[in-house]
């Protein structure tokens, strides 16, 4: 049996990034650089108005008063996406509107609210500081600089960024694509009723919605009936159609178990099987003909937990990210935590983590049987309770994993 921390090593050391791809910016959000965007273009590609009002030459205002207010001639209306056919002479201006470029020899903007209109002419009572109102061309990217650099996840503003200098696709690593494979006969769809024995088919939900928000994209395979021939035409069919498959159930030493057979069958690579951890022991991973698999056990949160502390990391590298890992702190456990009897297994157990003060306080989020989901639903973090610990007490100090935070490593 492997460890925990051996089994995420093996499991990291045996994925490799996806090639990158030019990729439309719609599709990119959250996707991750694989080289360095260096910027074509200079941004704003010309000087232009920050308000609407009038473009001016600050000179002919420089003794402006209420007293002996500036008239000037209004040459022209500049809407935005427009180009002045007038310089801007002295003793004139022209109305112009916000992202208009800035017309020749005029040199600030006085914001409409500032001027009274009079017929051909407006009226304006205070000078204009030289350059007011007015943004320059190149002020915020300069052809030639670095824009974002190799590694970066594309968030709006890059995406932005990206826009305005006229890339409108960005060379991202593409999304994973999980096939997920629910096996056994007791199961039907959320749809269906059950007959007598079934239940229905939720880790196909909490799995597909898991890999979906990890930024992957997942491909539900029609679930698969207890038999050798379907659990090998289905891994076929996730095989094609994937570059990640995940198998769930069937991977214990049940008899109607086929998946580790027909992956030996296949000749697939079994890089480990079984692992010290409780729930999910029966988690293996093989590497067939280059496609990673997960056998992830049946068990509701067995399910979850392996795909978060497992399937997501290795994810997050094929996708190109630096950081793989949840934040993991040192919590103070509060309740009560026993294993069943000592069995060598680090326990994830399910808790509600809160800060207090510099601290981080975690309890059970509910019972910690491998199927019930609904402490699953109420948790945000894991606790490790360690292998050789039998129980956790009031105020212990834990190791956990921040399971809704950003990672950090
Ligand atoms: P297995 O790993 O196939 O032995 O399944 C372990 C337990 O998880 C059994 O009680 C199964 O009924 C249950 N189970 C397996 N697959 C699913 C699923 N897709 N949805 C809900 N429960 C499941
Ligand atoms: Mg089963």
Not at 12 to 24: I, K, Y
Request: charged share 20%; glycine share 10%; with cysteine.
């Amino acid at each position: 049996m492997t460890t925990c921390s051996d089994a995420l090593r093996l499991i990291l050391d045996s994925v490799v990034p996806l090639p990158a791809r030019p990729t439309p910016l719609f599709d990119a959000l959250g996707l991750v650089l694989a080289e360095r965007v260096i910027s074509p273009e200079t941004v704003p590609p010309f000087t232009n108005s920050a308000m609407d009002g009038y473009a001016v030459r600050a000179d002919d205002l420089s003794s402006a008063m209420a007293a002996s207010p500036a008239l000037l001639d209004v040459l022209a209306d500049l809407p935005a996406g427009s180009v002045a056919t007038h310089e801007v002479a002295p003793g004139t201006a022209i109305r112009i509107m916000t992202g208009a470029p800035l017309p020749a020899d005029a040199d600030s903007v006085v914001p409409v609210e500032a001027t009274t209109s009079e017929g051909s002419r407006v009226r304006i009572t205070a000078p204009v500081k030289r350059g007011a109102n007015v943004r320059l061309a190149g002020e915020d990217l300069r052809e030639g600089e670095e824009l974002l650099p190799s590694g970066f996840a594309l968030t709006p503003a890059a995406l932005g960024i990206l826009a305005s200098v006229g890339l409108a696709q960005a060379p991202v690593r593409p999304r994973v694509r999980v096939a997920i494979l629910t096996t056994g006969d007791e199961l039907v769809d959320a749809s269906a009723r059950p007959g007598p024995g079934q239940i229905r088919d939720s880790n196909v939900q909490t799995m597909c919605g898991q890999a979906a928000a990890f930024g992957a994209v997942p491909i539900p395979i029609p679930r698969v009936p207890d038999t050798r021939e379907a659990v090998t035409a289905a891994l076929n069919r996730a095989r094609a159609e994937a570059d990640v498959v995940v198998t769930n159930g069937g991977i214990s030493v049940g008899d109607y178990d086929f998946i580790k057979a027909v992956l030996g069958d296949f000749g697939a690579r079994e890089v480990f099987w079984k692992v010290k951890q409780k729930p999910g022991g029966p988690l293996g991973f093989w590497l067939w003909d280059g496609t990673p698999v997960f056998g992830i056990p049946g068990n509701t949160v067995a399910a979850m937990v392996c795909m978060e502390e497992y399937v997501r990391p290795a994810l997050r590298k094929m996708m190109g990210h630096g950081r793989l890992l949840r934040p993991e702190v040192t919590a103070v456990f509060e309740g009560e935590f026993r294993k069943s009897a000592p069995d060598g297994k680090v326990h994830l157990i399910r808790v509600r983590a809160r800060r207090e003060g510099d601290r981080v306080v975690v309890s059970p989020s509910g019972p910690q049987g491998s199927g019930i989901l609904s402490s699953m639903l109420r948790s945000n973090a894991l606790a490790l309770v360690p292998a050789d610990a039998l129980a956790l007490r009031a105020g212990d100090e834990v190791l956990v994993h921040l399971i809704e935070e950003p990672e950090d490593r």
